[in-house]
């Protein structure tokens, strides 16, 4: 027989509510919170920069376009070209904008450093998980929750909040966990909960958390599920925003590690080699503006209860509905309360993972694509700084950005067919001389390398960045290899990037179609794609490319040679996306030492813990392949684990038919194998969601593990 106190549990301390009042799109800012760290002149100037850096180089490129086209006179498709690439060329300025700032800013010696004071109460660090590998995330927890204990006992408490709606995935989590929960308040403690209805996704989790939980706590850290921080970076966030009293929110730059695929090597180089640029340059011009991303970010949990409450907008999904991208907004909104939203570069520790292979960074985008585009409701209502207004513009852009630059090639592609078979009308007009369709092709030529230097210079920046740093530089592998590494990178890219946009157009035209994205799990395998799945994803693409490339050369040599940057990534992309995932397949760069990151050769001490807790999962009796009924009835430890977490049946329940039947089925099955044969998922999660149901499955336990007749009766005691 099991011990009272081992069977009864609870996993969750006592309650302490916040109330979390839901806002409208439109309402009136707040008075900004005392601040008493101002960087005010600095982001001034920064934001000068980008803004005189933004319209003077679009403003010279649009004069230009207009040279290149105005030779005679601009009429029909031209006007469509030049307007799509002032658009994409603003864009693209404003990135490289961005950019330089960044640079300057990584090479400046007098950047001033953040305040810390000492922390009073406890951080809760939120994890929520949904359908996730659990062992994966019981490795994370058990290397953070170690390294907290040893630098900051009794200052931090873990929360892992489940959204997972899969009975077999429910109850693989409820097993990996269940060993590391604790109540110990003088080291660190960690507790689990899991919502029976996952409503408005992972902002209804978090927010459910604040509203049940938030008083105890002054701020809160957020994580994902792929989420590996330091002790020393949680501490340096808690530290920094009790120095800062008018702050709402820190988001620390995530660095990417443990790829293991082509694809992910990519995306890990790039994040260790240009990401900062990019960084410093946002940091600085944001100032005190920022955005949130989501994860690896300190909140304070009071401010984010008063100003959060997402609201929900008009119409149905896509575009309406709960928010999805929720992050964005609830940055905006802690700004429009007064609330200071800071992006802190110079922290380091905050590791995530990147999708593996580029089929799921395309799953990944339907998702966020849906979320951004949502964000218009936004970019013009009431109360919101101007900084937040570009924060939402810019997540709009750069998914729109994939439709302008596709009409842009499109638009090209029409005018050289008009050019090749449409007889010009020399003399449409009343004039003694003839209008020549005539280009300025020396522009134009100067105009184009113009555009590609705009678009490289961040890379170049980042590999100038890391040359002037030795010692980055040698965490890169030394001069020789940080080059070769760049350079491959940027080639690979290239060759991804024509796929991406035809995919965005793709993700953008759905959303518009009305198509709604649902809620996926992030990939977190290494992503392996069979040939088949490779070729139904890109088979359109293929046909674009090798359509794209044959009407370049019928038109002009010339012309061929020009798009083949695009149609040469099209025609491949089948083969581009089988070996951007998979482990062994594009993985070879690895060995020969090209595209590395600096974690590689010598890990953060917290990469260190999480590999050995990682190792010792082997040692675990987890049989991935065990349905939920069969762990339950198999370790009655658990099973009354799992019943002492469930809340009372509601008296007078509406009609379940998935209720009735499992009553059913567990009444009249002999054994578990029998109730199993006849369970579909549905019934399963009515099992494990009802206490009644539970009670009545203890007749599959052993009869030596059962804990009494009056179970019902000894768990809710």
Known sequence: MLLKDSVAKQALPKVSPLTMPRHTVDEESQARKSRLQSFAVTTFFARLFVLIGTVGLSWYGATEMYDVLNTNAIAGLQWAFLVLFCINFTWISFAFSQATLGLIFQIWPFSKTRKEQEVDGVTAILLPVYNEDPLRIRANIQAMHEDL??????????????????????????????????????????????????????????????????????????????????????????????????????????????????????????????????????????????????????????????????????????????????DFMEAALLRRAGWGVRFDTDLKASYEEAPPSLVDVIVRDRRWCQGNLQHKAFVFAKGFHFATRLHLISGI??????????????????????????????????????????????????????????????????????????????????????????????????????????????????????????????????????????????CSHTLLGFGLAGGALFLSEELFYWSLPI????????????????????????????????????????????????????????????????????????????????????????FSRAWICAEWQIINSENIQSLLDHLNEKECLAILQHRELMVAMEKYLPEDKRVSEQTEEFVLA
């Open 397 to 538: 852009m750069s998914y729109l950005s994939a439709v302008f630059w596709l009409l842009l090639i499109v638009v090209g592609f029409a005018l050289a067919v008009q050019a090749y078979f449409v007889r010009p009308e020399y003399f449409s007009n009343p004039s003694l001389f003839p209008t020549w369709p005539v280009f300025d092709f020396e522009k134009a030529r100067s105009l184009f390398v113009l555009s590609m230097a705009l678009v490289l210079a961040p890379k170049v920046y980042g590999w100038l960045s890391a040359m002037l740093n030795f010692r980055r530089c040698m965490q890169f592998g030394g001069p020789i290899l940080l080059t070769l590494s760049t350079l491959v990178e940027t080639v690979l890219s290239a060759l991804y990037a024509p796929i991406l946009m035809l995919s965005q157009f793709q993700v953008v035209y759905d959303v518009f179609k009305g198509r709604d994205s649902g809620w996926k799990p992030q990939s977190r395998d290494d992503g392996a794609t069979s040939w088949k799945v490779a070729a139904r994803a890109h």
């Open 149 to 326: 204990v040893k630098q900051a006992p009794g200052k931090f408490a873990f929360f892992v909040l489940s959204d997972t709606n899969r009975a077999d995935a429910w109850i693989a989590e409820e097993q990996a966990f269940r060993p590391l929960l604790n109540e110990d308040d003088s080291a660190c403690p960690v507790y689990y909960r899991r919502r029976y209805n996952n409503a408005e996704r992972k902002a209804g989790n978090i927010a459910e958390w604040v509203t049940g939980y938030g008083g105890d706590y002054e701020c809160m850290i957020v994580l994902d599920a792929d989420s590996l921080m330091g002790a020393d970076c949680l501490i340096s966030l808690t530290r920094r925003m009790a120095a800062e009293p008018g702050l709402g929110l820190i988001q620390t730059l995530p660095t990417i590690i443990r790829a293991n695929t082509l694809y992910s090597r990519i995306q890990q180089f790039a994040n260790h080699c240009f990401g900062p640029i990019y960084a410093s340059g946002l940091a600085a011009w944001h100032g005190y503006s920022s955005n949130f991303w989501g994860h690896n970010a300190i909140i304070r949990t009071k401010a984010f209860a008063d100003a959060c409450g997402l609201p929900v907008l008009e119409g149905k999904a896509p575009f309406g509905g709960h928010v999805m991208s929720h």
């Open 567 to 654: 149609s040469f990534g099209l025609i491949l992309s089948i083969p581009l996306s089988w070996i951007s995932g998979g482990a062994k397949r594009g993985n070879v760069i690895h060995y020969l030492g090209l595209m590395r990151a600096p974690e590689e050769k010598r890990p953060h001490s917290i990469i260190v813990m999480q590999s050995r807790y990682d190792e010792a999962q082997s040692e675990l009796k987890f049989d991935d392949a065990l349905s939920s009924l069969k762990r339950l009835s198999s370790d009655s430890a658990l099973f009354y684990w799992h019943l002492a977490q469930m809340p009372q049946d509601e008296p007078n329940k509406e």
